[in-house]
């Protein structure tokens, strides 16, 4: 008989924030760019340069911010681990002890903390020090290459939908076309990033519809405001 392991949601937290956070700020900055720009000038030329420029700033920046963002966990995360690794090398007694207090703190005893400590520092002492004292571990640990590639890809993913919309919606209902299509696909984000995360789906529903809503009508407020004032 064989035992598999357990699926842990944990497990995706890294891909899942960003691929979810670059999606929906690509559908909703998007959208609210072109609605805002719509409710100011209803020329379809106009509409497209601006969905089209929201895109590509929108997945640069976000690939950007989210690479220089996570580049300076990975370089924290490197500096505490060389100076680990120093001090594994200059005093390892002191080391061993300290790691044995920590599975002595998790509710171990004495003995088998200190049993565990030295197995587990004959076997790979900078790995055990890593993942018990400095909470380093594969789910946890920076990528930066990776996080700035899901983020351009789902943010340009998700603006793909208000520039498509730009391009095929009739000129003088393009708000509302872009705010209908746009709230159906927060709910279909929502509701995959809640049952990916194990969430409830109903309430991360309400929530990105909610604030998308408040997103997209204060752009077109705006939009309109302006639009007026130039005419």
Not at 136 to 146: F, G, M, R, S, Y
Not at 149 to 168: D, K, T
Not at 178 to 197: D, E, H, K, N
């Amino acid at each position: 008989m064989h035992h598999q392991l357990e699926k842990h949601y944990v497990n995706r937290v890294g891909w899942l924030r960003a691929a979810v956070l670059g999606a929906n700020d690509g559908l909703l900055s998007t959208t609210s760019i072109v609605i805002g720009v719509a409710a100011a000038s209803p020329d379809r030329n106009t509409i497209v340069l601006a969905a089209l420029a929201g895109m590509i700033a929108g997945a640069m920046s976000m690939a950007a911010g989210e690479y220089v963002s996570v580049s300076s966990q990975e370089d924290t995360e490197k500096a505490d681990l060389l100076r680990e690794k120093r001090e594994l090398e200059e005093m390892p007694e002191i080391e061993l002890q300290e790691l044995a207090k920590i599975y002595e703190k998790r509710g171990v005893s004495k003995e088998t903390a200190l049993r565990v400590a030295t197995e587990l520092t004959e076997h790979d002492a900078l790995a055990a020090h890593a993942h018990d004292e400095l909470g380093i571990n594969e789910i946890t640990q920076a990528k930066p290459l990776q996080a700035a590639i899901a983020s351009f890809g789902s943010f340009a993913l998700g603006a793909l939908l208000p520039f498509i919309v730009s391009l095929l919606a009739p000129i003088n209902q393009m708000v509302y076309f872009q705010y209908g299509f746009s709230i159906v696909f927060l709910m279909i984000l929502g509701a995959i990033s809640a049952r990916t995360g194990g969430s409830k789906t109903g309430i991360a529903v309400m929530r990105i519809c909610f604030w998308g809503t408040v997103a997209m009508g204060v752009t077109a407020l705006i939009g309109h405001i302006f639009g007026v004032s130039v005419s």
